[in-house]
Nanobody, 124 residues
Framework: QVQLAESGGGLVQAGGSLRLSCAAS????????MGWFRQAPGNTREFVAS????????SYVDSVKGRFTISRDNAKNSLYLQMDSLKPEDTAIYYC?????????????????WGQGTQVTVSS
């Protein structure tokens, strides 16, 4: 089992920045790909970004390309999402997820573990 805990959410004005963190604990000795997803009220959960265990392979949804950066520090069992130039449409609960198959990507079905989420609210 892997436990994931997100932090770093909050309220920010449009154009501002936030950095989300996700701390992993438990069986962290495996090579997990990690991802960030988000869910806005009334919407389905949406893929945001993913990163392979090595960090060499990343993927982003088009709407965040050039604004968000996913990164990880395996020594600290941590995942990050740097969010810049935030827009009101980025408002959502953000979840981190772990994929034991080290595939990553936008398919939420392949992720084995999920955090509880952290709220991000961007005001206009």
């Amino acid at each position: 089992q892997v436990q994931l805990a997100e932090s770093g959410g909050g309220l920010v004005q449009a154009g501002g920045s936030l950095r989300l963190s996700c701390a992993a604990s438990g069986r962290t000795g495996y090579r997990y790909a990690m991802g960030w997803f988000r869910q806005a009220p009334g919407n389905t959960r949406e893929f945001v970004a993913s990163i392979s265990w090595s960090g060499r392979r990343t993927s982003y949804v088009d709407s965040v390309k050039g604004r968000f950066t996913i990164s990880r520090d395996n020594a600290k069992n941590s995942l990050y999402l740097q969010m810049d130039s935030l827009k009101p449409e980025d408002t959502a609960i953000y979840y981190c997820a772990a994929d034991s198959g080290d595939l990553g990507g936008s398919n939420s079905e392949i992720y084995d573990y999920w955090g509880q989420g952290t709220q991000v609210t961007v005001s206009s």
